[in-house]
């Protein structure tokens, strides 16, 4: 099963600063319906202006992974971390028992990120932050592992979840596949470009919800560059 999200449709809201694109429900973007998918609470497709950002807040148990499109996010919260984190590069706060941060675009250009926060396997523990560079070139081709909590993913950003998120980078015409373990939840969005899921066409920024499909076999249509998060 897998069913397309288009862009166009997603609810969302526009402060000036801050336009987002929410693919669940967010914030004043509200829909009983539309609540989640598995473990997965929260894919937000975000632009913030230059010179801009989200002051000082607090988070507590979840796993927020920021994922930078465009530009550059920078950081720094309540346990005294700093950091930037550059496009194709990427972050994970685990906010445990709870954490205050901040998130500014100090740059001279839009950033654009995807911030996804996944339900962690088990509420409470110290929060925790990190970010790792993933060049694209790196993922040629191929999926990636970007953050996990799953064992054996030695080289991802560590989450405190029962799932993954990977990366692809496709030229025109090139096909990645990625195993879904029976019983597992996908989500799936090209952040760039076109292509086709199991025979179903995603558009950019399109969201594609997927279950009970073992395999998924990605070709582009044009180069693209694909985010996917796996959890049960």
């Known amino acids: 099963m897998i069913v397309r999200k288009p862009f166009k449709t997603l609810g969302g809201a526009d402060h000036g600063w801050l336009k987002a694109k929410h693919h669940f429900s967010f914030a004043s973007y509200y829909d009983p319906q539309n609540m989640g998918w598995g473990p997965l609470r929260v894919w937000n497709d975000d632009e913030i202006a230059p010179k801009s950002g989200f002051p000082p807040h607090p ?13 550059a996010i ?4 309540s346990l005294g971390n700093t950091g930037r984190t550059e496009a194709g590069d990427v972050q994970v706060m685990s906010a ?9 675009n100090l740059e001279d250009e839009t950033t654009r990120i995807f911030q ?12 925790a932050w990190g970010a790792k560079p993933f060049p694209r070139d790196g993922r040629a081709g191929r999926f990636v592992t970007l953050a996990s909590g799953i064992d054996g993913d030695l080289d991802a950003l560590p989450i405190r979840t029962n799932g ?5 980078t496709l030229k025109a015409g090139e096909t990645a ?25 995603l558009e950019a920024r399109d969201g594609a919800a ?12 044009e180069d693209s560059e694909v985010v996917l998060v796996d959890a049960a």
């Not at 962690?120 to 110290?126: E, F, I, K, S, V």
């Not at 997927?210 to 070709?219: A, N, Q």
Request: no cysteine; hydrophobic share 30%; proline share 5%.
């Open 59 to 71: 988070h507590s148990d979840m796993e927020i992974v920021t994922y930078v499109r465009q530009g």
């Open 210 to 221: 997927v279950k009970d499909e073992p395999r998924l076999s990605v070709t582009a249509l």
């Open 74 to 77: 920078t950081h720094q919260d």
């Open 164 to 168: 993954r998120v990977a990366g692809a």
């Open 96 to 104: 445990g028992t709870g954490i205050r941060h901040s998130e500014y």
């Open 177 to 201: 596949t990625y195993e879904l373990g029976e019983g597992r939840y996908a989500y799936l969005v090209p952040a760039t470009g076109r292509i086709v899921v199991n025979g179903v066409e």
């Open 116 to 127: 996804i926060w996944i339900e962690p396997a088990t509420r409470g523990g110290q929060p």
